[in-house]
């Protein structure tokens, strides 16, 4: 069913989405789309991992949906919208052009937020703190495949759901975190990026890389990642007084019942002095 075009989407300063996976088969594009339809920004960005690089280079997957999720970021752009695009390591060919402007979208490594409320933001894919990608990185491409074949079963529940009119659920994201040491794994990622965060001397971090949106403060500083679109279908979103969401987009938009499930909100405030610049 194609995405219907809202007349009044939700209004926000700025959204984070970050591993979309354009390019497999477990991007959850037709939910991303209806997202992107239903929510306008001041600024985008994306957190890495948008197109995976290393699954088109094993087997090429495109399919029409993947097309359209491009061309309405693209459509936002023109539109106004200022997209920023922070490489992550499926997409990491994109590290090569830092500092560039392609297409109306601004590529850098990292970048400084700075909300409507006066904090500033480290906004970063996250995949340096990873030990299995900087040390091993034959295992986290094994690690890929096997992710791949989990998915796969996500994609078949997500559609028999569907058949039942229920929402979608990740199964693979369910079993995630109920397996100890991707929980122990999970934990000291965060640790690893709020102490990073702390030492550059910011208010707080906004990454993604490991699939699992979170919000919260780990030694005074804010840590949230914004999640992904092959598992839990999140972004994480700013109004215009500097407030933090974390957005889950579990439902079409015209599917009975309330597409939108907000949560995980921020409680910290600085000083107002909106603005944005690079690191």
């Given at each position: 069913?194609?995405?219907?075009?809202?007349?009044?989407?939700?209004?926000?300063?700025?959204?984070?989405?970050?591993d979309?996976?354009?390019?497999?088969?477990?991007?959850?594009?037709d939910?991303?789309?209806?997202?992107?339809?239903n929510?306008?920004a001041?600024?985008?960005?994306?957190?890495?991992?948008?197109?995976?690089?290393?699954?088109?280079?094993?087997?090429?997957?495109?399919?029409?949906?993947?097309?359209?999720?491009?061309?309405?970021?693209?459509?936002?752009?023109?539109?106004?919208?200022?997209?920023?695009?922070?490489?992550?390591?499926?997409?990491?060919?994109?590290?090569?052009y830092?500092?560039?402007?392609?297409?109306?979208?601004?590529?850098?490594?990292?970048?400084?937020?700075?909300?409507?409320?006066?904090?500033?933001?480290?906004?970063?894919?996250?995949?340096?703190?990873?030990?299995?990608?900087?040390?091993?990185?034959?295992?986290?491409?094994?690690?890929?495949?096997?992710?791949?074949?989990?998915?796969?079963?996500?994609?078949?529940?997500?559609?028999?759901?569907?058949?039942?009119?229920?929402?979608?659920?990740?199964?693979?994201?369910?079993?995630?975190?109920?397996?100890?040491?991707?929980?122990?794994?999970?934990?000291s990622?965060?640790?690893?990026?709020?102490?990073?965060?702390?030492?550059?001397?910011?208010?707080?971090?906004?990454?993604?890389?490991?699939?699992?949106?979170?919000?919260?403060?780990?030694?005074?500083?804010?840590?949230?990642?914004?999640?992904?679109?092959?598992?839990?279908?999140?972004?994480?979103?700013?109004?215009?007084?500097?407030?933090?969401?974390?957005?889950?987009?579990?439902?079409?938009?015209?599917?009975?019942?309330?597409?939108?499930?907000?949560?995980?909100?921020?409680?910290?405030?600085?000083?107002?002095?909106?603005?944005?610049?690079?690191?």
């Amino acid at each position: 069913m194609a995405t219907p075009r809202p007349n009044a989407p939700t209004q926000h300063r700025t959204l984070f989405l970050s591993d979309i996976h354009l390019g497999t088969p477990g991007c959850k594009a037709d939910l991303l789309l209806d997202f992107l339809r239903n929510n306008e920004a001041e600024t985008i960005y994306l957190v890495g991992d948008i197109i995976d690089g290393w699954r088109i280079k094993r087997s090429w997957f495109w399919h029409e949906s993947h097309n359209a999720v491009v061309q309405e970021i693209l459509h936002k752009v023109r539109h106004g919208t200022n997209v920023i695009y922070v490489p992550g390591n499926h997409d990491e060919a994109l590290r090569d052009y830092t500092g560039l402007d392609f297409a109306g979208i601004n590529i850098g490594n990292e970048f400084i937020h700075r909300t409507a409320d006066g904090r500033d933001l480290l906004v970063l894919h996250g995949d340096q703190f990873d030990s299995v990608v900087r040390y091993a990185n034959w295992l986290a491409h094994l690690g890929d495949r096997a992710y791949g074949i989990a998915l796969a079963l996500n994609n078949w529940l997500h559609n028999a759901r569907r058949l039942f009119g229920m929402s979608y659920w990740s199964l693979s994201s369910y079993l995630k975190q109920k397996v100890k040491n991707a929980v122990e794994y999970i934990s000291s990622f965060e640790t690893a990026v709020a102490r990073a965060a702390r030492e550059r001397g910011v208010d707080g971090v906004v990454c993604g890389h490991i699939h699992h949106a979170e919000m919260r403060e780990i030694d005074g500083i804010l840590y949230c990642n914004d999640g992904d679109w092959v598992e839990s279908c999140t972004a994480l979103a700013e109004d215009m007084t500097g407030h933090l969401t974390i957005v889950r987009w579990h439902n079409f938009s015209w599917e009975d019942g309330d597409a939108t499930q907000p949560s995980l909100t921020s409680s910290l405030a600085g000083p107002e002095s909106p603005s944005e610049k690079a690191a």
